[in-house]
């Protein structure tokens, strides 16, 4: 497995008294797994100032050779005001490579950690802005859960390899012109009464957004779409589901 984690505390031990730097090239995880809470939460205490720059792993990975999304830390221990810095989720071409650097954008992001202290990738003043008014909402699907009739929905994990969908019913799947179950579909549990507005919700460009600033770029889980904010205004013109289902079953080959 991977050892980062114990190099980072270690590192965060021996600095403490001395209001010491230290910087590292570490998976993504460190600002977005859950399994990674202890530590994450752990620097943020530690470090007066943190600053965080993360790199996808598609079209180019940081480095050449190996396949990993990647988070550059540099910290500043010590400090009495916590601050906290991040980019968004950055994404390159072969040929972008030698300016990849001037690309780093570091916004303020200080107060805007989600559940278990995830750090977001925002790139811009922007996306921060829009964090903080999400985070004003009235409830949240996970929430909602806990207090109403339920109806289902199902969700492609897909990560960023490919389209990300979600549909109002079961998907069909053959192989050899046969009937099996689809691959790397999920069922999940909604809302009834919401259902039409978190469809659409989970097919915008907005989810695919917060998916990239809080998630470890590489699986829609449930408990990622439990933590959606939902507006106190949810009502939705009933033609845009029937014309998002229509273009998915249009656009469909078996």
Known sequence: GNLYAFVVERSQHLLRNNSGRFGMIVPVSIVSSDRMSPLRKQTIQHCGSLWVSNFAIRPQPLFAEIMQRNTIVVAHLGEKEHRLFSTGYIRWTAAERDLLFNRICLTN???????EDM????????????LETMGRGSSSVGVKLRSMNTSVL?????GESYWTKTLLKKPLAYRNSLPVEPAQWFAFDVPAEDKPFIYLLL???????LWTVYTDCRHMTQGFIKTLPLPRERRVD?????ELTQAYAKNTRL
């Open 238 to 242: 009933s033609r845009l589901v029937t």
């Open 109 to 115: 992001v200080t107060g805007l950690q989600a559940n």
């Open 119 to 130: 750090i977001p990738k925002v790139s811009n003043r922007l996306g921060a802005q829009i």
């Open 203 to 209: 097919n915008s460009n907005l989810v695919y957004w």
């Open 154 to 158: 199902y969700f492609h994990d897909s």
